[in-house]
């Protein structure tokens, strides 16, 4: 056997009658649709019901598959403490997950649980699912902070994990939209909330798994959503086949989007294969603007692209014109990968003789040093974009209202910690959110007074 259903689920706590204590009827469309696939499940008897949920112990660089024989959740966490959810895991299912993921290099696995207990994730879906149905075994796998794409190769594991095993199964991809649809909602309105939701509901709809993996991280980020990848992993479990999907709701009264839609395998179809097709695009698009890039991106490009190649460092090359060979400045390199921040290094003052030097020294750095990331690998290269920030000298200031952040990037210092933010970041729209930021990458208290210092950039893509 194999998947044979799938559905996204809200997880709205209030969606429970003890907690919400009537305020459940304002969604009402969305209990009566997840009624009606809890109903649908039961009919289909699955052995096992695999939650994929965003509140689960959640890794940057790792999927967590919770471990051990059974699990518990209740909602004391919201105020109630007489409902209690329990269930038995599929231990087999589980391991044989772990395994193929590992065969295929995929970081999964039930390696460092912070929490046994239940999310709300899991136990508001499987609330409404064993009102009608309770003969099943459960897998609880978590998101991360990888890339969609990588949540997509998951989902491919998954489902050969299902097929080898033999498992009857329904998948649960638990997730909430935007967080910001209204001004009442729990962080505010943005304008990018419905558009998100707008474009992840036709989606879900018509079930273009490949329209999914294109809405940009930008626009999801604004947007403040938390399911998204959850449908990532689900996707992945129906590559190269055909689906018939519904939107069976939709609605966001609490400035919260919460969509119900079920998905069911209809054949095999190699044609469908999503994610080759994501990538072919990604790697015309960054192809695209290879084409456009001015001297200082390509020659971040190069030295990258070289040490890699060759194990070399790139030498300078001749004939570059004098704003690279001859002048001075600090430098930052930035990488990005299918849209995504990839490693970026840079230099607050210059630390060579010349521009050119400073983008060679800081490319390599921003594609093998930062921290945050893997080093850069070959197989990536083709898919790289490049910017480069020449920064003008700092100038010190008195008071953050000489900060714009458009115009001016800002340095704070506060004895001997120091830290940078670059001007006209996504997402950082306030004088207080810059500085902020730029203590927090110090390692400066929160509190702490500061000294400010401002400089202004020329971008270079």
Request: glycine share 8%; proline share 6%; aromatic share 6%.
């Amino acid at each position: 056997m194999s998947i044979i259903k799938a559905y996204t689920l809200p997880h709205p706590p209030l969606a429970i009658p003890d907690v919400g204590r009537g305020r459940e009827k304002e969604i009402s469309k969305t209990l009566a649709a997840m009624d009606e696939a809890a109903a649908g499940i039961a009919k289909l008897k699955p052995e096992t019901i695999i939650f994929i949920t965003p509140h689960c112990t959640v890794y940057s660089d790792y999927f967590h598959l919770s471990p051990g024989s059974e699990a518990y959740g209740d909602l004391s966490g919201f105020g109630v403490r007489n409902v209690r959810i329990d269930t038995k895991y599929d231990r087999e299912l589980i391991d044989e997950i772990s395994r193929i993921a590992e065969f295929n290099d995929i970081p999964a696995g039930t390696q460092g649980e912070r929490d046994a207990k239940l999310d709300h994730g899991v136990t508001v879906p499987m609330w409404f699912i064993n009102r009608h149905y309770t003969d099943y075994l459960s897998v609880r796998v978590s998101q991360s902070g990888m890339a969609p794409s990588e949540h997509y190769l998951l989902g491919r594991a998954i489902a050969k994990a299902v097929e080898i095993k033999g498992r009857r199964t329904v998948i649960i991809a638990s997730s909430d939209l935007s967080h910001k649809l209204s001004e009442e909602g729990p962080y505010g309105f943005a304008p990018e909330g419905p558009e998100f939701d707008a474009l992840f509901t036709a989606a879900l709809d018509s079930g273009d798994f490949l329209s999914m993996l294109q809405i940009p991280d930008k626009l999801r980020d604004r947007a403040a959503e938390c399911g998204y990848n959850s449908l990532m992993i689900l996707a992945g479990c129906f590559d190269k086949q055909d689906i018939s999907s519904e939107l069976m709701s939709y609605e966001g009264p609490f400035g919260v989007g919460y969509a119900v839609a079920s998905f069911t395998p209809v054949g095999d179809n190699d044609k469908r294969n999503i994610l080759e097709q994501y990538v072919e695009l990604a790697l015309k698009a960054s192809e695209e603007k290879q084409n456009t890039e001015d001297g200082h991106q390509k020659l971040a490009r190069q030295s990258l692209e070289h040490v890699i190649t060759t194990g070399e460092k790139l030498p300078v090359p001749n004939g570059l014109p004098d704003e690279l060979a001859i002048k001075q400045a600090g430098v930052f390199v930035s990488i990005h990968k299918n849209g995504r921040l990839r490693g970026c290094i840079g230099t607050i003052a210059p630390t060579t003789e010349n521009i050119a030097k400073e983008i060679i020294q800081n490319a390599v750095s921003a594609g093998l040093s930062d921290t945050r990331f893997t080093p850069v690998t070959a197989e990536e290269l083709p898919y790289l974009v490049y910017k480069v920030d020449v920064l003008s000298a700092p100038e010190p200031i008195t008071d953050s209202g000489q900060l714009d952040v458009k115009r001016y990037g800002v340095i704070v210092t506060s004895g001997g910690k120091r830290g940078l933010l670059l001007p006209n970041l996504d997402g950082v729209d306030t004088v207080e959110d810059q500085i902020s930021i730029a203590k927090q990458k110090a390692g400066i208290s929160g509190n702490s007074p500061v000294n400010l210092e401002r400089f202004e950039v020329i971008r270079h893509g």
